[in-house]
């Protein structure tokens, strides 16, 4: 099996292809990132609007948790800053909460990470970011 940017070449193409919308199963294990992607779209084609973030471990959360949760980790990366819970209240994403962020606005919430550039991309498709 060939390499492909530190994945196996097999591995990479399911990557794309779950972050295309196919249903694809991703293997997850402790050194795969969290990706996110938009799906369970409403009235297709009619209506255009995703209604959920899923994850590529499985979760999923209501797209408007998603925009409500994104303007807090903008604000505190940023800042520069880390936050962690401590008993401020967070905003949700479905049943997950916020547990850390981290300066450069990796999201920890349960047992999820997920990286800046994977929150970004779904900011950008939600044009919440430019």
């Excluded at 591995?11 to 991703?26: M, V, Y």
């Excluded at 209501?62 to 807090?72: C, H, S, T």
């Amino acid at each position: 099996m060939t390499k492909h940017r530190g994945l196996a070449h097999n591995e990479a193409e399911n990557i794309a292809a779950w972050l295309r919308g196919e249903n694809i199963r991703l293997v997850h294990n402790s050194s795969a990132p969290c990706l996110l992607r938009l799906k369970g779209f409403r009235n297709w084609p009619e209506e255009k609007y995703p209604t959920e973030v899923q994850t590529s471990w499985g979760a999923r959360f209501p797209v408007e948790d998603g925009k409500r949760a994104f303007r807090f980790i903008e604000i505190v990366r940023k800042r520069g800053e880390c936050w962690h819970s401590n008993g401020e209240q967070a905003p949700t994403l479905g049943h997950y909460r916020i547990d850390r962020i981290a300066a450069d606005g990796t999201v920890r919430a349960g047992c999820y990470t997920v990286q800046w550039s994977a929150i970004e991309r779904v900011a950008r498709e939600l044009d919440l970011i430019q």
